[in-house]
């Protein structure tokens, strides 16, 4: 990908001291630069609250990025102009007083205005208004706001209505930074370029599918925000859904941004609801107590420090849903997310069908099927578990399963994968919307999420204990057995 084909913008950034800005957004916005992947006259204003001069916040911006880079990628003469293009503005963004500042710094002759807000999604609205009044928009400036837009459905449309009043939607990027994974995007490619996958991703060949999103870390001093939320909003109704409806989605005509969302869509309103009977058996909620993380000791949810000691707010979401069309019907997808897990991990694994006549040892049956398994994160990659003959004499035809592996890191030794925000990143600055979520996906995901927690809610539904370290409830792992099947951990 050349230079050249990327545009110069000025990059408005609100809430440029805050922890997504200096441990996500500056480290992958040096590497563009490093790679030669920004514009020559792009330029950079932070926006916050905090009195400081230039100088001082580019020396906020230079810790952070001695923090968080490794020592071989700081070169100092990409390191000095990378700094060399960013301005900084105290501003109260709740008022249009000092947005002026912001109409005078940006150049619209000569640069579209891609607006970043990394707050929260409280003020979007004001923001928007604030710097439409301002005068500080131009024709070509779009917005990236992060998740989660809103509370709930009410609360998503009231956000959304209040950025859209400002910004029509083709200028509008709501960022799930999934989506901007090397391995989601090779989800794509693996289906739709791959007969081998293509011709067999329906209900007659595929068994089940699992999507685990397991964090190591606990609430990290977000008790505030966190507790609010609880995972099931946090995780499940943006990173497991688009997940969701990357795997599940059919075809897209082509693969300009809106085929592809259209399909996405189409997944989200075929989720069979979980009402009744339904929820209580196929929806687990925990909440991690007080254990043991790679042998050290940790404090409960509710020994957290600033914590509610009467919450009732889960950690830990498992659950069982079908998509009801023609391609999944009657093929379950087993989704888990937690706080406190053994391992930080996030993988896809697919379970194809056994063949309907099986001639090898009886006792071997259990391993005839094959998995496709899809890694996001520690390491990306992909791997395919195949059956061969056990090798020796005496073995005669025993089986073992081994992987067809595809490691990112070793397979492309001389490539440095990009962390998710670079490639997000530099699709906003092209103009360009297909790894970012359409309003109608974010609605329809919050209407299934909604309908969830209002059953939690009717039918006193709290959520059950986990020892922190482990993989859950025990009633998770209970959930996946009665269909006769397990969670993978292969890890």
């Known amino acids: 990908m050349s230079r050249d084909i990327t545009p110069d913008v000025d990059l408005a950034l609100f809430g440029a001291l805050g922890d997504l800005a200096l441990r996500k957004l500056y480290p992958a916005l040096y590497h563009l630069d490093r790679e030669g992947l920004l ?7 932070g926006l916050a609250r905090q009195e400081h001069d230039v100088d001082s916040f580019r020396t906020n911006v230079k810790e952070a990025l001695n923090k968080r880079l490794k020592p071989h990628e700081l070169e100092q003469a990409c390191l000095e102009r990378f700094l060399a293009r960013i301005d900084y503005q105290q501003l109260d963004f709740a008022t249009v007083e000092g947005y002026d500042a912001i109409r005078d710094w940006h150049d619209a002759t000569a640069r579209p205005m891609v607006v970043y807000l990394a707050v929260p999604a409280s003020i979007y609205g004001d ?9 500080s928009l131009d024709d070509e400036a779009r917005v990236v706001v992060e998740k989660p837009i809103g509370y709930d459905l009410e609360s998503s449309i009231q956000i959304n209505d209040a950025i859209g009043d400002v910004f029509p939607e083709s200028r509008i990027y709501r960022m799930d930074h999934y989506l901007g994974k090397e ?3 090779n989800l794509i490619a693996l289906r739709f370029a791959n007969p081998l996958f293509g011709n067999q991703w329906n209900q007659n060949q595929i068994s089940h599918v699992e999507i685990t999103v397991a964090e190591k870390v606990g609430i990290e001093g977000r008790w505030g925000y966190f507790d609010e939320a609880g995972q099931l909003r946090d995780m499940v ?20 941004a809106d085929a592809i969302r259209d399909e996405k869509v189409k997944v989200l309103k075929a989720l069979k609801p ?16 007080g254990g043991s993380v790679d042998g050290d000791s940790v404090p409960g949810y509710l020994d957290e420090e600033g914590a509610n000691t009467s919450s009732h707010t889960e950690t830990f979401v498992a659950m069982k849903l079908e998509v009801a069309n023609w391609r999944w019907a009657g093929v379950p997808f087993y989704l888990r997310t937690g706080k406190r897990m053994p391992e930080k991990m996030s993988q896809i ?4 069908r056994q063949q309907p006549h099986y001639i090898f040892d009886p006792d071997q049956r259990g391993l005839a099927a094959n998995k496709l398994v899809i890694r996001l994160q520690p390491e990306e990659g992909i791997a395919l578990q195949v059956l061969t003959k056990d090798s020796g004499l005496d073995k005669g035809m025993r089986l073992r399963p081994g992987p067809l592996h595809l490691d990112f890191n070793h397979a492309f030794p001389k490539t440095r994968i990009p962390d998710a ?26 209407k299934w999420v909604d309908q969830l927690i209002a059953g939690w809610e009717a039918r006193d539904m709290p959520p059950r204990r986990y020892p922190a370290g482990s993989w859950g409830p025990v009633a998770s792992i209970a959930m996946i057995t009665q269909d006769g099947r397990s969670w993978y951990e292969d890890y």
């Open 237 to 256: 109704q943006n990173h497991l859904l688009q997940l969701l409806c990357l795997i599940a989605m059919d075809p897209p005509s082509n693969l300009d």
């Open 274 to 289: 979980l009402v009744g009977e339904e929820l209580s058996r196929n929806v687990v909620r925990g909440q991690y107590i």
């Open 421 to 446: 925000y670079e490639r997000l990143l530099l699709e906003v600055m092209k103009g360009q919307q297909y790894l970012f979520v359409r309003r109608d996906e974010v609605e329809y995901a919050w």
């Open 183 to 185: 391995t989601v995007q």
């Open 349 to 352: 694994v697919i379970h194809f």
């Open 127 to 135: 923001i928007c208004a604030n710097l439409h009044a301002s005068g």
């Open 39 to 45: 514009g020559d006259t792009t330029r950079i204003l």
